[in-house]
């Protein structure tokens, strides 16, 4: 089987039998999404689920919720073009938290040529585990200073 047609096929997998998680309070921030059963490194744990936009309405969104007081950012950059934004219609993938030396990592497939997000796992993850990824952001000025707790913490998100 080639690389796509398997990635295609934990998709799929993926859909039919979800991933036993919930979201609970968090040390890192507010709510934090969390393993409630053992997840092998290298499995899909959960697609990132939003609305697809253009990065242009993303800016100006982001600008919007800022204004609003929406202090968590709920968008996902998937390319130049396209922002995800999980801010009003999204699953639990919303909730999974930064960390420096994260459990996961978030990647871009394409499925049926559609890009999707998806959670993979990158260490074997233990029940009771707050799942993590790198959300990679861009270095601004305006710095968010990171509460990972990690001793490799890099001290910022952006
Ligand atoms: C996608 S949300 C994550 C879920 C969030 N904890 C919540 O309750 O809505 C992303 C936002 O969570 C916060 N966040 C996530 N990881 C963080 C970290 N390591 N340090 C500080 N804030 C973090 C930031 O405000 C970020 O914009
Ligand atoms: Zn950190």
């Known amino acids: ?81 396209s922002v995800v934004d999980a801010t009003k219609r999204g699953n639990l993938g919303r909730l999974i938290n930064h960390s420096c030396t994260p459990n996961c990592t978030a990647k871009i497939i394409v499925v049926n040529s559609q890009k999707k997000i998806v959670i993979y796992a990158k260490t074997s993850i233990e029940p009771g585990e707050e799942i993590t990824y790198d959300y990679h952001f861009p270095l601004e000025q305006e710095k968010i200073p990171c509460l990972c707790g990690s001793p490799r913490c890099r001290g910022f998100l952006n």
Do not use: C
């Not at 934990?10 to 040390?27: E, V």
């Open 1 to 81: 089987m080639g690389d796509t047609q398997s990635t295609q096929l934990q998709f799929n997998q993926l859909r039919a039998r979800k991933k036993q998680l919930i979201f609970a309070r968090s040390p890192i921030h507010d709510w934090g999404l969390y393993a409630m059963e053992a997840i092998p490194q290298g499995e899909m744990v959960i697609e990132y689920v939003g609305e697809v936009i253009r990065a242009q309405v993303a800016d100006k969104r982001e600008k919007w919720y800022e204004k609003i007081g929406i202090g968590s950012s709920y968008l996902f950059r998937v390319d130049e073009d």
